[in-house]
T-cell receptor, first 116, second 113 residues
Framework: GAVVSQHPSRVICKSGTSVKIECRSLDFQATTMFWYRQFPKQSLMLMATSNEGSKATYEQGVEKDKFLINHASLTLSTLTVTSAHPEDSSFYIC????????????FGSGTRLTVV | AQSVTQPDIHITVSEGASLELRCNYSYGATPYLFWYVQSPGQGLQLLLKYFSGDTLVQGIKGFEAEFKRSQSSFNLRKPSVHWSDAAEYFCAVGDSGTYKYIFGTGTRLKVLA
């Protein structure tokens, strides 16, 4: 089945630095990838939608200059948290959509970001 | 507006007992409906999905869900719970146009030995 590899699984960074999270579709081409953020004991909130070769579409309230998304190929999307602050600490999860609509989405295993 | 409600934040059941997790949605058309399971610190695993057809859907790990249009519900069931089923369960509605998901707030399942 479709597999999405997300890494790193955990990252600790200092306040003010930037962190890049990668999401790769291993055995399929992902035309669209989604980035979610999950606060402790809460649900997933969609941050942005990235389509290969075009600019990402951000949800209301998400700072596009802080959360940079790049989807340069059909198998790779990256989320860069720029100038991270402790309030950016969260669990970030990507998901990818295959060309087959009825396959649903495949989720990565998530990245736990801690900003100290 | 589209929304998904999971009324139960926590549920505790004994191993071997039956389980039903509730999910209600609000959506303008026939929705795509999903149930996902998340273990601590992990991503989401798809249990089952409904797009159309038979309203009783079978999934992995012995789970099933029934789509009831009249009640706007998509409840998840399992006849006999195993200790390994302890996890967080999310119901989601998928938009057929934008492919965006809306997730419920999740139900945390605890299984007593």
């Amino acid at each position: 089945g479709a597999v999405v590899s997300q890494h790193p699984s955990r990252v600790i960074c200092k306040s003010g630095t930037s962190v890049k999270i990668e999401c790769r579709s291993l055995d399929f081409q992902a035309t669209t990838m989604f980035w979610y953020r999950q606060f402790p004991k809460q649900s997933l909130m969609l941050m942005a939608t990235s389509n290969e070769g075009s600019k990402a579409t951000y949800e209301q309230g998400v700072e596009k200059d802080k959360f940079l998304i790049n989807h340069a190929s059909l198998t790779l999307s990256t989320l860069t948290v720029t100038s991270a602050h402790p309030e950016d600490s969260s669990f970030y999860i990507c998901s990818a959509r295959t060309r087959d609509r009825e396959s649903g989405y495949t989720f990565g295993s998530g990245t736990r970001l801690t900003v100290v | 507006a589209q929304s998904v409600t999971q009324p139960d934040i926590h549920i505790t059941v004994s191993e071997g007992a039956s389980l039903e997790l509730r999910c209600n949605y609000s959506y303008g058309a026939t929705p795509y409906l999903f149930w996902y399971v998340q273990s601590p610190g992990q991503g989401l695993q798809l249990l089952l999905k409904y797009f159309s057809g038979d309203t009783l859907v079978q999934g992995i790990k012995g789970f099933e869900a029934e789509f009831k249009r009249s009640q706007s519900s998509f409840n998840l069931r399992k006849p006999s719970v195993h200790w390994s089923d302890a996890a967080e369960y999310f119901c989601a509605v998928g938009d057929s146009g934008t492919y965006k998901y809306i997730f419920g707030t999740g139900t945390r399942l605890k299984v007593l030995a």
